[in-house]
């Protein structure tokens, strides 16, 4: 498995950090393109801060375990805890929500059809930097919880 540009898109809205290998630099993904048609994975090109222009495969981005949904995590300076604003949320439905939270928690989302979890879900998962399609796992991502400040 390679990193691939389907692997950041759902994260590219929410200011995703990743590691540039190549000097282990940190920083947020500024701009990301294709060269040529697009369909292959060395023609994707991004960078962090405007800077570091270079293929996808030279980047991780910096992704917290799924295992962090029942942890207290810190968003844009905001301290949650993502599985109790599932729980709590009067918005969506709490019964399809708590069948799929069960799935989440014991990292079992791969068994799950994508049209089973609610779209708003994924969106949740993608703007708190999630690791919901099994990245760190396969090396593709670092998890946050092991970077020092």
Request: charged share 25%.
């Amino acid at each position: 498995m390679e990193l691939e540009l389907k692997h950041l898109a759902p994260y590219l809205p929410y200011k995703l950090k990743c590691l540039y290998t190549h000097t282990n630099k940190i920083g947020t993904i500024s701009n990301i393109y294709t060269i040529g048609d697009g369909y292959d994975n060395e023609d994707v090109k991004l960078s962090i801060d405007y800077n570091n222009e270079e293929h996808i495969w030279m980047f991780k981005p910096i992704l917290r375990p799924l295992s962090n949904l029942a942890k207290e995590i810190e968003v844009n300076g905001e301290k949650f805890m993502p599985y109790d604003y599932f729980l709590n949320d009067t918005e969506n439905d709490w019964f399809e929500g708590n069948i799929w939270m069960g799935y989440l928690f014991e990292g079992n989302i791969d068994k799950l059809e994508i049209g089973f979890i609610p779209y708003y879900v994924i969106q949740k998962l993608a703007e708190w930097h999630i690791d919901f399609q099994g990245l760190i796992e396969a090396g593709l991502a670092i998890d946050k919880t092991t970077l020092k400040n």
